[in-house]
Nanobody, 122 residues
Framework: QVQLVESGGGLVQAGGSLRLSCVVS????????MGWYRQAPGKQRELVAT???????NYEDSVRGRFTISRDNAKNTVNLRMNSLKPEDTAVYYC????????????????WGQGTLVTVSS
């Protein structure tokens, strides 16, 4: 069974920084694209950033230039460095990964972490 475990959330003042990490655990799997999503109170879950296996990235407009997504394929981790945080960044942040079990043929399915709360105070 493949699981995603996030860490690094917490309370920070506006203008501060946080680093979220997510580890994919399990056995006999291959990871495809990975990403971070967030859900603020009363709002729908939205994409924050994604990263392909080759390292290509995509960002939601409001975080571009402030957030940086990265991954370590050897450690099965994806990270999100968040700088210049704003109160509107307050949300539960979810790690996301497309995973296929092995051996081939590869059939990718979506896996979510349990979420980690980020609170930015003004």
């Amino acid at each position: 069974q493949v699981q995603l475990v996030e860490s690094g959330g917490g309370l920070v003042q506006a203008g501060g920084s946080l680093r979220l990490s997510c580890v994919v655990s399990g056995s006999n799997f291959r990871i495809g694209n990975m990403g971070w999503y967030r859900q603020a109170p009363g709002k729908q879950r939205e994409l924050v950033a994604t990263i392909t296996t080759g390292g290509s990235t995509n960002y939601e407009d409001s975080v571009r230039g402030r957030f940086t997504i990265s991954r370590d394929n050897a450690k099965n981790t994806v990270n999100l460095r968040m700088n210049s945080l704003k109160p509107e960044d307050t949300a539960v942040y979810y790690c996301n990964a497309w995973v296929s079990t092995l051996p081939p043929p590869l059939r990718y399915f979506e896996v979510w972490g349990q979420g980690t709360l980020v609170t930015v105070s003004s």
